[in-house]
């Protein structure tokens, strides 16, 4: 199995290394391997392949696998799940970035239980960019607002957006990528520090590249298929 997740890891940087090179894309563009549902023994494999970032959507799992990683002192966590806010403690100790903020009474919650020993936590606000009532994220307009109130807070540090769009296997997503293109740059015109651009997964992580990502989600891709859903 390890051989198999080092391999599918060096295979996604290449590719990703060659598409860059392509389309001739020279920001830095980070990799997030999301391990969510995959035992700790396929995040130690890909560790040992080099790997850093890992993203992680259930809250008690991002807690037993990050007290379980005590030996990977180098790892970042993302969590990249809806975030009830009764959960927020955990993830402001765990979690170096979250990508998934939609509201402002969890930023305050986060802010205030982010350890004073660890660095500001990363926050990106997650978009519901296909404006979809099911779809988790704020709607365009609230970005502003939201943005404002992050950035006061003593212990967040605004990274920038996320998003999730309408799957590409559903049909063509590009708009939405490009309409998250247009929304970070109106929110760096107020916030210059928020760069970030957090979309892009397995799928169509090249499509999320031509309009401005940042850091792209692999979970399949790296990893293989889920097969279980864990509970909270
Ligand atoms: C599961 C998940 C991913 C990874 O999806 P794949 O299609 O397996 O690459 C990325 N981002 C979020 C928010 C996820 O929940």
């Known amino acids: 199995m390890s051989n198999n997740i080092a391999d599918r890891l060096s295979t996604a940087y290449h590719q990703l290394q060659e ?69 927020t403690r955990d993830i402001a100790r765990f979690a170096s970035e979250v990508h998934s903020v939609e509201r402002a009474k969890i930023a305050q919650r986060l802010s205030d239980a982010r350890p004073e020993h660890l660095p500001p936590l990363g926050v990106y606000i997650q978009v519901n960019i296909s404006a979809e009532p099911t779809k988790a994220g704020c709607l365009p307009d609230d970005v502003l607002p939201l943005a404002h109130v992050i950035s006061q807070l003593p212990r967040l540090a605004l990274r920038g957006l996320m998003a999730i769009p309408t799957p590409a296997r559903d049909g063509d997503n590009s708009a939405s990528f490009a309409a998250m293109a247009a929304l970070s740059s109106a929110l760096q015109q107020q916030f210059p520090m928020a760069t970030a651009l957090s979309m892009g997964m397995s799928d169509d992580w090249q499509t999320a590249l031509c309009h401005g990502a940042t850091a792209i989600r692999l979970g399949t891709a790296i990893f293989g298929t889920r097969d279980t859903q864990p509970h909270e």
């Open 19 to 87: 598409f860059m090179q392509q389309q001739q894309i020279n920001r830095p563009v980070s990799l997030i391997a999301v391990s969510k549902t995959k035992p700790l023994a396929a995040i130690a494999a890909a560790y040992q392949a080099g790997q850093r970032d890992f993203g992680e959507n259930y809250v008690q799992e991002l807690q037993l696998k990050a007290t379980a990683a005590s030996d990977m002192p180098e790892i970042r966590w993302h969590f990249i799940g809806p975030i009830q806010s009764n959960k």
